[in-house]
């Protein structure tokens, strides 16, 4: 699969905001319009959601519209929390009486809590987007008008649905939904660990020594079993179904630079390690797990194994997210401090592998997407239904990309 779409060009916006989180709305319900939630790091801060249309090269896209947002509340002495993580729940009912799609998101704040709103009033795929051919698209009922005025038009709210407040000493810097889509497992500065089920809003775990120094990442690997790291740059692996004074099932160590595996099954292992700030696990593999350090290194470990597969030294600075496409088995894409977004190619130009196995020999590391100013990409996410790739940046910027 040739890369062709890598030379697309990458289209800039304006936000107004300091997005610290951005995260596409990725049901089907709508084909060629975006709806995306993102979080901020300013004085004032707020999750919002935006609706933006006209992503297909050869059209010339509005500029978003923020459909609804949520303040986060300041504290009595008038700090305001930023937005540290945010994520879609996975599971969407419609409602049949009055035809609209109903959704939950979920954000967390530098100030321990937690929250979980519903989102409102989201157009659905065959209702006011159906047209006459039965494609989707912005039907008659807008009464012919343009898409920017449509999305203007949607009275879509946000709304508190549950909050779990302070659960976390300091900060609570990251969260993860397991695969069921109905429990949330949380990790922050303090150290500790704890999961909480959506239903009943309940602890079902904690675990307040996962780690002596602050938690960044977390991931769900199985519907049990997640994945821990921090400052101290270790993976614990962990089995929510065990007691927690019992530890972590596996733990693998990063190492410094260069740490791999030679042809001749050497290693070459300094002793400098960094703090891990991002995890993706491989939504077909999930013995797949990629990670993003202080240093710029994007490390690839296998499961089954003890150590990384392989290393990447790109990025000067800061690796703030990694995530594995879900179109392209064998891709993986990282953000960074040093204004970058890389995408790392597995299978280049070898139609012997399947799509299903890392070929390490044949891997082709490209830059993606890059800010004039160099200027941090702090976020990013792509929409799975228009293959667009959304970066926010620490100049308030939103830059767009086609995948496709």
Not at 369 to 389: E, G, Y
Request: proline share 2%; aromatic share 10%; glycine share 6%.
């Amino acid at each position: 699969m040739g890369l062709e779409y890598v030379n697309n060009p990458t289209r800039v916006h304006y936000l107004t905001q300091k997005v610290n989180k951005i995260r596409c709305f990725n049901k089907p319900l709508l084909n060629d319009i975006n709806i995306f939630a993102t979080g901020t790091n300013q004085n004032r801060n707020r999750v919002s959601l935006w609706g933006m249309e006209g992503l297909h090269q050869q059209q010339q896209e509005e500029e978003p519209v923020e459909l609804a947002y949520f303040l986060i509340p300041q504290s009595s002495s008038g700090e305001s929390s930023f937005v540290t993580d945010l994520k879609w729940v996975n599971s969407v009912a419609v409602s049949s009486e009055n035809n609209e799609s109903t959704s939950k998101l979920m954000a967390s704040t530098s100030d321990g809590t937690l929250y979980m709103f519903q989102v409102t009033n989201l157009p659905s795929k065959y209702g006011d987007m159906m047209v006459d051919n039965g494609s989707s698209g912005i039907g008659s009922n807008t009464g012919g008008k343009g898409r920017d005025t449509f999305l203007s038009n949607l009275q879509c709210e946000i709304e508190p649905a549950a909050r779990w407040e302070k659960i976390h000493k300091g900060s609570l810097n990251a969260f993860d939904l397991n695969l069921m889509g109905d429990a949330v497992a949380s990790v922050g500065s303090d150290g500790a660990m704890h999961l909480f089920s959506l239903e009943t809003r309940d602890l079902i775990y904690s675990n307040k020594h996962v780690d002596g120094l602050t938690l960044n990442s977390i991931k769900f690997m199985t519907n049990n079993e997640v994945i821990t790291s921090g400052a101290n740059a270790v993976l614990k692996f962990w089995d929510l179904r065990i007691k927690s004074d019992n530890g972590p099932i596996k733990t693998i160590k990063q190492q410094g630079q260069q740490q791999q595996m030679g042809i001749d099954n050497s290693y070459n292992i300094p002793n400098k390690v960094s703090s891990i700030h991002s995890i993706a696990v491989h939504h077909d593999q999930s013995h797949i797990i990629a990670t993003g350090n202080s240093e710029g290194q994007v490390t690839l470990y296998d499961f089954r194994n003890s150590y990384a597969i392989d290393q990447n030294n790109n990025h000067q600075s800061y690796v703030w997210e990694v995530q594995f496409s879900k179109a392209r088995s064998n891709q993986l894409y990282s953000c960074s401090e040093d204004g970058f977004v890389y995408l790392y190619d597995y299978n280049r130009e070898n139609t012997m592998m399947t799509t299903n196995i890392f070929d390490l020999y044949n891997k082709a590391v490209t830059p993606f997407i890059t800010t004039t100013t160099h200027s941090s990409i702090d976020s990013f996410d792509i929409n799975p239904c228009t293959q667009t790739m959304f970066c926010t940046t620490s100049t308030q910027s939103l830059l767009l990309k086609s995948l496709s």
